[in-house]
């Protein structure tokens, strides 16, 4: 009989739910595991190891692909960690991205809430909301 453990198992040991396993081995970025006479998956300790990587990466945000090609890095010990290191770098830029479009947001959202007028005709988030060039940026 092939060791591992079934898939409720490695669900409660890595922290990802059954579904989300599953649509991991369907893309590729899980190995479809071996089975049992029943048709059960049976997951190792490798198989655990990489859905920890895999549910760590993803509360880091990394997407799909960029976690794909780490994977990979990973199974390369002895590689530069260069496309490592660009991957995470190219992450970080984004995150920058997203900090500096929600601090826009959040500046623009305060504005519009700063009002003392007392009826919708004068409320200044309808009108903010109604018309775009009252707003102190083009795009957010």
Known sequence: MTKGVPIGEASRASGIKVPTIRYYEQ???LPSPPRTE???RLYDAGDLRRLRFIRHARELGFEIE??????ALAGEPDRPCESADR???????????KIARLTALRAEVARMTDCSNHSVAECRVIEVLGDHGECLHETH
Do not use: S, T, W
């Open 66 to 71: 960029p976690i794909r090609e780490l994977l």
């Open 27 to 29: 893309i590729g970025l």
């Open 87 to 97: 991957i995470a770098a190219a992450h970080l830029a984004d995150i920058d991205h």
């Open 38 to 40: 029943g048709n059960r």
